[in-house]
């Protein structure tokens, strides 16, 4: 996420944002933002709202996900929204939803699996 310059905005149980400016370095050949910018903060949107309500002494990770790009990401800085949708005992089922900066235009929707796993050593 350092790379990509991108902000933890907020965390609740269940929901977590998480924003990145714009950067030209973060652009594909139109000029538009990544599809592998999106992906990665809203992944991470997920897997961290997926935290908030994991058991203790785990931590978590991404079993898959289903993203859809619904319009070219061409914005002053992106909102990633991860939600979780149902928490289960190992796996979590989390939404998430990039917006542009105004959060008038949804840009991308993702379905993700997330599973807690117990930390070790």
């Known amino acids: 996420m350092k790379t990509l ?3 933890l905005k907020s965390v609740e149980s269940g929901k977590v944002t998480i924003t990145v400016p714009f950067q030209d370095s973060l652009t594909q050949q139109h000029g538009y933002f990544h599809a592998g910018v999106l992906t990665s903060i809203v992944d991470s949107a ?3 709202a997926a935290l ?3 058991p203790d002494e785990h931590e978590v990770l991404s079993v898959e996900f289903k993203i ?3 319009k070219p990401a061409s914005a002053k800085h992106l909102i990633a929204i991860g939600q979780v949708i149902q928490s289960g005992q190992r796996l979590t089922i989390c939404e998430g939803t990039v917006y542009n900066e105004t959060m008038e235009k ?3 929707k993702m379905m993700a699996t ?3 796993v117990k930390i070790t050593g």
Request: proline content about 0%.
């Open 46 to 48: 997920c897997g961290y």
């Open 106 to 108: 949804i840009l991308a």
């Open 68 to 70: 859809n790009f619904l």
């Open 52 to 54: 908030t309500t994991a």
């Open 5 to 7: 310059g991108a902000s």
């Open 114 to 116: 997330i599973i807690a």
